[in-house]
């Protein structure tokens, strides 16, 4: 019998307020001319580690070392915007959440999974992907007006983080919730 393989990641999603402030940065970014695809609304989220396809015996363990983590919740904030470019050519439309102790959460959860055989993040940048870049005619035009939208910085509290699992398909991934971890309330 052939063993099944799932595609999962840590991530933390947002509240309602950030993802409506992040849907009308997307719609400022719609008057640009660019091939690509914006990120559902739904399935917006910050990536902490993306542990690609494991199988269920490997899912379990990763559940139970993320039960290990113990983290007091905390605030982050919507930052800039910006482009992840590849030769000046843009892949990726980013925002940035910005909290210091996003990233000592992030640590905590690349070590436990380092524990169990998962590569340590190379580098880390807390963000949202914001849509998805196929292809762009003036690229330094498009690269500057994305990093001229303004996002109103909203503070939002970060309670829990998820083990989610990806199904990609041909309308894109669609993300379910495998197991959620909830952080302490100081």
């Known amino acids: 019998?052939?063993?099944?393989?799932?595609?999962?990641?840590?991530?933390i999603t947002f509240p309602d307020e950030v993802i409506k402030e992040i849907a009308r940065a997307q719609e400022m970014m719609s008057k640009e001319k660019f091939t690509g695809k914006l990120t559902e609304l739904a399935n917006l989220h910050l990536t902490l580690k993306f542990l690609g396809e494991i199988d269920e015996e490997k899912v379990k363990q990763v559940i139970?070392?993320?039960?290990?983590?113990?983290?007091?919740?905390?605030?982050?904030?919507?930052?800039?915007?910006?482009?992840?470019?590849?030769?000046?050519?843009?892949?990726?439309?980013?925002?940035?959440?910005?909290s210091k102790a996003l990233w000592e959460l992030q640590e905590k959860v690349d070590s436990a999974m380092v524990d169990i055989g998962f590569e340590k993040e190379e580098r880390f940048m807390g963000h949202a992907t914001l849509s998805r870049i196929k292809y762009v005619k003036d690229k330094q035009k498009f690269i500057e007006n994305m990093i001229n939208i303004?996002?109103?910085?909203?503070?939002?509290?970060?309670?829990?983080?998820?083990?989610?699992?990806?199904e990609l398909s041909q309308t894109g991934p669609a993300y379910s919730v495998i197991e959620k971890f909830t952080l302490a309330n100081q």
């Open 1 to 11: 019998m052939e063993e099944t393989l799932t595609r999962v990641f840590i991530g």
């Open 64 to 98: 139970q070392k993320l039960k290990e983590i113990k983290f007091n919740e905390f605030e982050a904030s919507l930052g800039i915007m910006g482009v992840f470019a590849s030769n000046k050519n843009p892949r990726i439309v980013w925002v940035k959440i910005n």
């Open 150 to 166: 303004k996002i109103k910085p909203l503070k939002f509290k970060v309670s829990e983080f998820k083990l989610m699992k990806s």
